[in-house]
């Protein structure tokens, strides 16, 4: 059963539903919700069934449905246009009741277990999400084990609305030089291309195109923030994230997503920051989000 939970800090509140992990709700000092939600279960686990959830066990895309790991041959639902895996198919952890493990007024971790096959994926897997507010500060954490060698690339997929009607109004920057292209099924063609005159550019704040659906290269989280997102809300927030990508995408009305995670396809390009999970080892990702009044 979705349980809603509610948690709150000095600047910031935000609702979380166990379904999916999802971050349905965010409001600072009162403004809000700077997410586009469900308004339902129902619409969580139909038309806004990526919103704000927590999407794996391999966000993205995995072209051909299918992969190899060692010697294991698995396959994968191909659920966007019969080619294509989108954030690991129906049976994805966005579709999940994930189990609270703790609670208090401003933190929360949310467990979930998936058994070897599951979505086709190897290995008994064990993965917790931690949301934690301090002050004006969201901090999203990701951890995941398995007992057999697997794949592991977690992503939370809000569409952020800092604008009065979601995405028009909004200014994005992404700490990125390079960029990865994509083929007509928008899967990365396996080359890093620089962004200076491109669309992709967003050194400086300023509109993103709509027709941006792509993976930036992130600069280390020394150098500073990710990413940051402004609009006529009067309020701005500054992702800074351990991952190493942020797919961007601009295309949806309602809100701009930013999703932060390893590189899409991973499994296909060696070139690309690994993906593969083993038995011992602890997948982390971590994610500030930080608020601010313009």
Known sequence: MTEIIRLASEELEIEVWTLGARLNGVWFQGIGSLVDGAESEDEARG??????????????????????????????????????????????????????????????????????????????????????????????????????????????????????????????????????????????????????????????????SPDTDHNFCLKPMMSGPSARIEGDLGVGMEVSTTAPGLQVYSGKKTGIALEPQHWPNAMHQPSFPSIVLRPGQTYQQSTTYRFMKL
């Not at 449905?65 to 895996?85: H, P, S, V, Y």
């Not at 500060?137 to 398995?146: I, Q, R």
């Open 47 to 208: 038309a806004k069934k990526y919103n704000g959830a927590v999407v794996g066990p391999v966000a993205n895309r995995i072209a051909g449905g299918r992969a190899q790991i060692d010697d294991r041959l698995c396959r994968f639902e191909m659920n966007e246009g019969g080619k294509t895996t989108l954030h690991s198919g129906a049976r994805g952890v966005h579709s999940h009741d994930w189990l609270v493990f703790d609670a208090t007024k401003d933190r929360l971790i949310l467990n979930l277990s998936l058994a070897d096959g599951v979505g086709g994926f190897p290995g008994n897997r064990t993965l917790s999400a931690e949301y934690v507010l301090r002050g004006n500060e969201l901090h999203v954490n990701f951890t995941a084990s398995s007992d057999a060698p697997t794949w592991m690339n977690l992503a939370l997929h809000p569409y952020w609305r800092f604008g009065e009607s979601g995405r028009a109004g909004a200014r994005l920057s992404v700490n990125a030089e390079f960029y990865l292209p994509v083929d007509a099924d928008k899967i990365p063609t396996g080359e890093r291309s620089n962004v200076t005159d491109t669309v992709f550019d967003l050194r400086e704040i300023g509109v993103p």
